[in-house]
């Protein structure tokens, strides 16, 4: 399975945009890049995949380099409530098991 | 919310019990996954079904078992437990197994093994 790679934690202030980035260098061409968020005492939540084009939603967007090798998850007014552990991981279009291998993840910490 | 319910939401049990977590899927899903979180770490992939039907299987101990049912909820057996499965316990569901598909998660149970 292709492995992600995230920094363990990141900071950031109260109504300013937050870019996670995660690094992927062994991505094959049928991995999607999925990114969920687990909020304290939560499950899991998705916020995002892509294949090869950024992608935008109301929660966030995902900005996905030329050659896929890395991407970044950009929350573009981060509040208290985004608090969370973000994981950035890969799924296997061609896969059959279609799980979610799931890595350390990136927690995120808002300063008000 | 996000549709899908487990019970119980807390479990204490002594070592070498039998206990059974279940899951109910979010309303016309068909794929159901179980997945174990030990303290401050990620997601542990277990195992899935498909309407009724194993797909794969992840990390799963030959003490732990499952099954979906035909109204899709789900059953996750966990039998001669020691210490170290003490766990959240995170049961998922999404429409199909398409990797495209988003996963829904459930709000866990929250096993602790004495």
């Known amino acids: 399975d292709a492995k992600t790679t995230q920094p363990n934690s990141m900071e950031s202030n109260e109504e300013e945009p937050v870019h996670l980035p995660c690094n992927h260098s062994t991505i094959s061409g049928t991995d999607y890049i999925h990114w969920y968020r687990q909020l304290p005492s939560q499950g899991p939540e998705y916020v995002i995949h892509g294949l090869t084009s950024n992608v935008n939603n109301r929660m966030a967007s995902l900005a996905i380099a030329e050659d896929r090798k890395s991407s970044t998850l950009i929350l573009h007014r981060a509040t208290l409530r985004d608090a969370a552990v973000y994981y950035c991981i890969l799924r296997d279009v061609s896969y059959s098991n279609y799980q979610l291998i799931w890595g350390a993840g990136t927690k995120l910490i808002i300063k008000p | ?114």
Not at chain 2, 37 to 58: T, V
């Open chain 2, 1 to 114: 919310d996000s549709g899908v319910t487990q019970t119980p939401k807390h479990l204490i049990t002594a070592t070498g019990q039998r206990v059974t977590l279940r899951c109910s899927p979010r309303s016309g899903d068909l794929s159901v996954y179980w997945y174990q979180q030990s303290l401050d770490q990620g997601l542990q992939f277990l195992i899935h079904y498909y309407n009724g039907e194993e797909r794969a299987k992840g990390n799963i101990l030959e003490r732990f078992s499952a099954q979906q049912f035909p109204d899709l909820h789900s059953e996750l057996n966990l039998s001669s437990l020691e210490l170290g499965d003490s766990a959240l316990y995170f049961c998922a569901s999404s429409a199909t197994g398409g990797n495209y598909n988003e996963q829904f998660f459930g709000p866990g149970t929250r096993l602790t093994v004495l």
